[in-house]
């Protein structure tokens, strides 16, 4: 089966630093993304981890352990612009996307 | 690069009429596009997933004479909600992918309601 699971719901201060975790067990792993997605639009894709490790893209960063089914969304230097859901998605075999339920992030001032 | 767009962004029919919502990718050539659905603070669930020329592959417990999705070229796909019923209601989003890379770029969605 697939189960893919993170906190629902997250609360940070401007500013600051929030790591937003996702667990995974599937059948079948080419990779991870996280997409952001503000209410009522469509989900904008933030980052692809295909091997172990850590990859930076400005103020996001996202790490894969291929081992240890997990992976984490880390946001720095936090805008109010960032509360948004951000949302884990392992592409499985036939290169499907299987969502885990999003992780709502409210950033306060 | 890669834009997705989706028409029309909102569409409020009646009960027993049928809804035709257009995915386009604009500026590559999408080999598969993907159609999902999202209720109300969920995660998005696949519908479907559509190959260009060939017939779309539905998920399990999704109807595949109620929403039906045509990929008749390389830009665009369409799902069309048939006999829609208010529990139709919901909002949907199409993804596309060209062949050479994992990553899927969303439309911006449509929101449907059916009264």
């Known amino acids: 089966g697939q189960n893919i699971d993170q906190p629902t719901e997250m609360t940070a201060t401007e500013g600051a630093i929030v790591q937003i975790n996702c667990t995974y067990q599937t059948s079948g792993f080419n990779g991870l993304f996280w997409y952001q997605q503000h209410a009522g639009e469509a989900p904008t894709f933030l980052s692809y981890?295909?091997?172990?490790g850590l990859e930076e893209k400005g103020r996001f960063s996202s790490f894969l352990s291929r081992s240890k089914g997990y992976s984490y969304l880390l946001l720095k230097e936090l805008q109010m612009k960032d509360s948004a859901s951000y949302l884990c998605?392992?592409?499985?075999?036939?290169?499907?996307?299987?969502f885990g339920g999003g992780t709502r992030l409210m950033v306060k001032p | 690069g890669a834009v997705v767009s989706q028409h029309p962004s909102r569409v409020i029919c009646k009960s027993g009429t049928s809804v035709k919502i257009e995915c386009r990718s604009l500026?590559?050539?999408?080999?598969?596009m993907f159609w999902y659905r999202q209720f109300p603070k969920k995660s998005l669930m696949l519908m479907a997933t559509s190959n260009e020329g060939s017939k779309a592959t539905y998920e399990q417990g999704v109807e595949k004479d109620k929403f039906l999705i045509n990929h008749a070229s390389l830009t665009l796909s369409t799902l069309t909600v048939t006999s829609a019923h208010p529990e139709d209601s919901s909002f949907y989003i199409c993804?596309?992918?060209?062949?050479?890379?994992?990553?899927?770029?969303f439309g911006p969605g449509t929101r449907l309601t059916v009264l």
């Open positions: 993804s596309a992918k060209s062949g050479g890379t994992d990553t899927q770029y």
């Open positions: 981890n295909v091997l172990d």
């Open positions: 500026d590559f050539q999408a080999t598969t």
């Open positions: 998605a392992v592409n499985n075999a036939g290169n499907m996307l299987t």
